[in-house]
């Protein structure tokens, strides 16, 4: 659904760059208190984080474009039993977008063994692209790099639409895009608002469903949207973060006060049951 947006309200800015984030500083505990302020108001916050280089952004950037510009024929080989992982193409759904689901990207044989499916003439700049801009965020291994493309819609189109009415099942996801913007996100009063970056050094951070199951629901997951209004390919890059085992409440989130209000579920499970039943995806 196209909403008409008014911008009446911004996700907050932290800045996550000069300070000294060791656990028990004082930077760290109200960086903390910030970050926990965000999550229970909207769900999420535009992360300013200045180790990011306009260089490594303009290298993945400049990655996905040359993914995207692969033949189909090539991009279709990265499928996988799970459709989890892999190619999507365009759909009926969502004719303007294409997206890669990449599995373990900073495992240097997974980011190997696609880019080789992908480019078997190589493409070593690809790979260390991918794998630089996977391990500035993460050491570990229970994540998704999904690089996305939404193609501008030409003029005949009515359905400008890039991504639908959805909440992530993911733990958290941290955004980052080309100069192209388009995401919306539902505050909790309900109003839809553009979210744009305010530098290409920022990401923005959102909670998924399954932080809202583990918060007990302290935690708001913003239902959002991708709308494509101008003439411009947009590209973003999403690292999907999944727990491992059940998600649960710690046990000091529950007492007489606060019982506990959702099933506890199995997120990499989860996500690929909602994967699979496409387009079902929670909506509030
Ligand atoms: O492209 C974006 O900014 C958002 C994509 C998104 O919401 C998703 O893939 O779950
Ligand atoms: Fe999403």
Known sequence: MVSNTKTPFKVPVIDFSGKDLTPGTSDWISTSNEVRQALED???????????????????????????DLPTENKSRYTFDTPFYGYTGPSAQAPLRESVNIRDPSNPEEAKGFTDLMWPEGNETFRFAVEKYHKSHVEASTYILRVIKYRDPQSSETNIIGCGVHADMSFTTILHQNQVSGLQIKTKDGEWIDVAPSTSCSFIVMAGYPFTVWSNGRVH?????????????RYSVALFSYGTSVIQPPEEFIDEEHPLKYKPFDNIQSAIFFTKSKGSLPTE
């Not at 909207?42 to 995207?68: N, R, T």
Request: hydrophobic residues 40%; contains cysteine.
């Open 42 to 68: 909207c769900g999420g916050f535009e992360a300013a984080y200045g180790k990011v280089s306009p260089k490594l952004h303009g290298s993945i950037c400049h990655a996905m474009e040359d993914l995207f």
């Open 221 to 233: 997951a913003p239902v959002h949207q991708v709308v494509m209004k101008g003439d411009k390919t």
